[in-house]
Each structure stands twice: as structure tokens, then as C-alpha cells.
């Protein structure tokens, strides 16, 4: 059974961070694309990076692009985001997500591709 379970959200100063992690199981992460994508209120769903399976390559969207680090523990099943100089539009539900291999980690962020599994979320609010 596929399962993603996030954590480490809460409430940070602006200039602050976090770091998210995903702990995976029912798969591994070295075959399936990992993605993390935030939903806030009254807002679209935003792709925000995506760590490839196969060869551990990595994608952001612009937003986050020289903020934010995705990364795994293949020995752990786990996917962390380091999210460094947070903004107040940072502030979402973030969740973790996988999907095909067959697709790049690009059509992930860019929303051209729509993951299968992901978790329940977790809250990061950046507000002073």
C-alpha cells in the first residue's frame, strides 16, 4: 500500500525556515518521481520541486528556485524540502506526492502531469 506521510510545517517568521520531510512506504524512491506541490486558500494548486527516481535529478518552479532544496535518504524512504529565506507567500498546505516514472519531474512542477498518491499535507504558515 502506498503511503506519504509529511511533516515539520508550522508557523515561521518571515527570512525563516523549514524543513519538510516525506516519509514513504508501500515503494521505493529510487524508481518513482517525488514531488511536493502547496495548495493555499483560494489559490490553485502550485507544483513546487520534484526529485527524479532514476537518476536523483531535480526540478523547482520559479517561485522557490534558489530557496528551496529537495532531497532524499534513499537509505530512510524519505524526501526532505529545505525551504531557506521563507516569504508570506510561502504560506500553504504542502504536500508530498509521486507518479509515474514515465514522466519528466518538470511536467510534475509545471502541472502538465498529475501525480497518483500523495499525503494529507502539512501546514507552514510565515507570517511575523
Known amino acids: 500500500q502506498v503511503q506519504l506521510v509529511e511533516s515539520g510545517g508550522g508557523l515561521v517568521q518571515p527570512g525563516g525556515s523549514l524543513r519538510l520531510s516525506c516519509a514513504l512506504s508501500g515503494f521505493t524512491l529510487d524508481y518513482y518521481p517525488i514531488g511536493w506541490f502547496r495548495q493555499a486558500p483560494g489559490k490553485e494548486r502550485e507544483g513546487v520541486s520534484c526529485i527524479s527516481g532514476s537518476d536523483g535529478s531535480t526540478y523547482y518552479a520559479d517561485s522557490v528556485k534558489g530557496r528551496f532544496t529537495i532531497s532524499r535518504d534513499n537509505a530512510k524512504n524519505t524526501v526532505y524540502l529545505q525551504m531557506n529565506s521563507l516569504k508570506p507567500e510561502d504560506t500553504a498546505v504542502y504536500y508530498c506526492?509521486?507518479?509515474?516514472?514515465?514522466?519528466?519531474?518538470?511536467?510534475?512542477?509545471?502541472?502538465?502531469?498529475?501525480?497518483?498518491?500523495w499525503g494529507q499535507g502539512t501546514q507552514v504558515t510565515v507570517s511575523s
Open positions: 506526492a509521486t507518479g509515474s516514472p514515465l514522466y519528466y519531474c518538470s511536467g510534475y512542477v509545471r502541472g502538465k502531469y498529475e501525480y497518483d498518491y
